[in-house]
């Protein structure tokens, strides 16, 4: 039994409907949809997404703590939020950041991903 629902991020067509995710795969799509969204890009969520002036500063626990705010305050469900990122050696504008969190309880396993700024 699911308890929470929505569409797919990215969305896409599954048997002639809108693909559905459920609980965990869900909030991490969510979670993604946070990292991959710039603001004023949705039109009636316009503070949807990392604010502007998360890669304003160099320092990696700002860097994260923007991060951790935004998908604590835009991601439901989510519990136990940890994120842990730094700047990647020799890609100038990439910063890799690994997140770990739980949902209902469970742990959830660690999604790492490079942002490019």
Do not use: C, H
């Amino acid at each position: 039994m699911t308890d929470i629902r929505g569409l797919t991020y990215p969305l896409r067509v599954s048997n002639g409907g809108l693909g559905l995710s459920t609980d965990a795969q869900l909030v991490e799509e969510r979670i993604i949809s946070v990292l991959e969204t710039r603001p004023f890009e949705r039109i009636m969520r316009a503070d949807y997404g990392l604010p502007d002036e998360t890669f304003e500063t160099i320092q990696p626990a700002a860097i994260d703590a923007k991060i951790s705010n935004a998908i604590a305050e835009q991601v439901g469900a989510v519990q136990d939020l940890s994120v842990s990122g730094s700047w990647t050696q020799g890609e100038e504008g990439v910063y890799s950041v690994t997140i770990t969190y739980s949902v209902a309880g469970n742990l959830q396993p660690p999604l790492t991903l490079s942002l490019v700024i």
